[in-house]
Nanobody, 115 residues
Framework: QVQLVESGGGLVQPGGSLRVSCAAS????????MSWYRQAPGKGREWVAF???????NYASFVKGRFTISRDNAKNTVYLQMNSLKPEDTAVYYC?????????WGQGTQVTVSS
């Protein structure tokens, strides 16, 4: 079965950096688009970035230039490197895959940006 497991969240000061990871299993990881979303307290879930099977990337305007999505197909893992973090980046970060027409989500990892 498809499983997505995020890790790497934590508390970081404004201006700091953090890398979150998502380990995937149960499908041919290298063939699929992988996405990161986030959900801040009291807000809806919003798209952050995606990476295609051939490594093309796209970002939401509010993270462009600060966040970088990447993938390691040998490890079945997608990453989100977050730099120049702001308090408004505080959220639970989720990875997503759409496999066989079904959306799969991980359990999320909490990122808190605060001094």
């Amino acid at each position: 079965q498809v499983q997505l497991v995020e890790s790497g969240g934590g508390l970081v000061q404004p201006g700091g950096s953090l890398r979150v990871s998502c380990a995937a299993s149960g499908f041919t990881f290298s063939s699929y688009v992988m996405s990161w979303y986030r959900q801040a307290p009291g807000k809806g879930r919003e798209w952050v970035a995606f990476i295609t099977s051939d490594g093309s990337t796209n970002y939401a305007s509010f993270v462009k230039g600060r966040f970088t999505i990447s993938r390691d197909n040998a490890k079945n893992t997608v990453y989100l490197q977050m730099n120049s973090l702001k308090p408004e980046d505080t959220a639970v970060y989720y990875c997503r895959a759409r496999v066989g027409g079904i959306e799969y989500w991980g359990q999320g990892t909490q990122v808190t940006v605060s001094s």
